[in-house]
């Protein structure tokens, strides 16, 4: 153990994505077994600290205060593949980038974020939305189970690892459904068993390439880009996933900070069926208001190598989410037109590191009834939102964190209009929860009070952190 009562915050937490919500910790910890794991959690619980587990250190919102102990899980970051069980077992500690490729190198894939430095664990706890969702449903349905050290025992007895699935009965098939969704702060996971499926059944081109596309517009062009985009939408592949995106250019281009329009594709099948799927943004008419239009084919592992240098650690920024079954043309005109009005006048954020996206995916396995062994989680509400709305804040310094979240908020209330007009309920998500803003908008109060229920049982004494019961009423904006 090292306690870090003396250090910076940045020295200590190194590989935090984000240094919003980040003070200096109590201690570090950095367990290399499962007794050590116990030992810490022991320790918690005699000194009336809280444990914040870590993997990829991607959570923004995950408060580390000086009450906190913040436990790296560096040394359980394997996998391993079972061929003939269909599955991959992934230590609690895992990274999103060294599994996809070190399964796709063995022919195989499971459920991955959209990005190389994302913690598995974390972002099962949120429902973990991923490029083959349209295949196989959320992250979260392809969790067979969990291995877990909870922070208490549910029969008082001494602390130990225990695995919980979907066979489990009473309070331990409870913890299972409540990890998947609103898993955070139950415990310590030491491993997840995932589904895993052959490359070679989704029948792409050369046996591992998958068909990319992308389309890069000027600001005059948003009316074209935002008709293909919705245009698309009306019928989406499940082997599909596609985004409308705004941002600037980085630094490094020829004319940095310049605002552009991206819509970029990517398609888990053939190419043939791919370019049937995505034939208007071929069109002479669609070309024609671009300023690039290439294709691409991508090795399997290789498909999130773009986003790397997002991944850095370090400063102050957010991811903030908004799921949506419904956006117009006016809509996103308009978010586009918020966009350039905020990046280009607040100073206090930093424009180039900031985004809106628009991932859209078919949403009929993810909100059908499981026909498997595996049933849909009952912790992740948005099931049915086919569009998420992810806008990425930057800001120089912790005072710029209330204008950014002013900007997501602006941003929001216009593209969630069409759901509001038709009655639907307001959804964030999970995984990109913002610190101060309301469960509400991710769980139900039955949910709410589920969650505290099943933490009296498998955290008795308060050691985890629980954004569906605690949130963030004692740290500070």
């Known amino acids: 153990m090292y306690a870090a009562m003396d250090k910076g915050s940045k020295d200590i937490v190194s590989n935090r ?4 919500l980040v003070s200096t ?22 000194h009336k600290l809280k ?4 993997g990829g250190g991607r959570g923004s919102f995950v408060p580390i205060t000086q009450d906190v102990m913040y436990l790296d899980l560096k040394n359980f970051s394997s996998f391993e593949l079972d061929k003939e069980k269909g599955e991959v077992r992934i230590g609690g500690g895992c990274v999103s980038g060294p599994m ?18 994302v913690g598995m664990t974390g972002a099962l706890f949120g429902g973990l939305n991923h490029p083959l969702v349209g295949i196989h449903g959320m992250g979260i349905d392809m969790v067979k189970s969990f291995t877990i050290i909870p922070f208490s025992s549910s029969d008082d007895g001494p602390l130990r690892p225990i695995t919980v699935s979907n066979a489990s ?8 459904d409540v990890l998947r969704g609103a898993g955070h702060g139950f415990g310590v996971i030491i491993s997840t068993i995932l589904e895993a499926h052959p490359i070679a059944s989704l029948s792409l081109n050369n046996g591992d390439k998958v068909w990319q596309r992308t389309l890069v517009f000027p600001p005059p062009s948003l009316q074209t880009a935002v008709d293909t985009y919705l245009s698309l939408q009306s019928q989406v592949p499940p082997e599909m996933n596609f985004f409308l995106g705004f941002m600037r250019s980085p630094p490094t281009a020829p004319r940095p900070g310049v605002p552009i329009i991206l819509l970029s594709t990517s398609f888990f099948g053939p190419s043939s069926a791919a370019e049937a799927a995505t034939a208007l943004t071929f069109s002479p008419a669609v070309l024609a208001s671009t300023v690039t239009a290439t294709t691409v ?5 290789d498909i999130n190598n773009a986003l790397d240098p997002a991944n850095a650690p370090g400063g102050f920024k957010q991811l903030h989410g908004a799921m949506l079954h419904t956006v117009s043309a006016s809509s996103l005109t308009r978010a586009f037109e918020a966009y350039i009005s905020l990046t280009g006048t607040h100073p206090s954020l930093s424009a180039p590191a900031c985004s809106i996206l628009f991932p859209t995916c078919n949403t009929t396995v993810s909100s059908t009834p499981s026909t498997s062994s595996i049933p849909r989680s009952n912790f992740y509400n948005p099931r049915d939102r086919g569009v998420y709305a992810q806008i990425k804040t930057a800001f120089h310094s912790t005072e710029g964190k209330r204008e950014a979240d002013a900007f997501a908020k602006e941003v929001f209330d216009i593209v969630r209009e069409e759901d509001r007009s038709a009655r639907r309920r307001d959804w964030a998500f999970a995984n ?28 008795e004494r308060g050691v985890g952190w629980r954004p569906a019961q605690q949130g963030w009423s004692s740290v500070g904006d």
């Not at 444990?51 to 870590?54: G, N």
């Not at 009965?169 to 299972?176: C, I, M, N, P, S």
Request: aromatic share 8%; no cysteine.
């Open 297 to 301: 084919m991508t090795p399997f592992g």
């Open 100 to 117: 996809l490729k070190g399964l796709a190198e063995q022919g195989f894939y499971t459920a991955m974020p959209n990005s190389n430095g």
């Open 432 to 459: 990109n929860l913002v610190g101060g803003m309301e469960v509400g908008d991710v769980y139900t109060e039955e949910q709410i009070e589920d969650v505290e229920r099943v933490a009296s049982v498998w955290d």
């Open 25 to 46: 910790p109590h201690s570090v910890a950095t367990p290399t077994s499962t007794k050590d794991i116990i030992a810490t959690i022991e320790y918690a619980n005699k």
């Open 169 to 176: 009965t009473g309070e331990e098939r409870k913890l299972f």
């Open 51 to 54: 444990i914040i587990p870590a």
């Open 17 to 20: 994505w984000s240094d919003v």
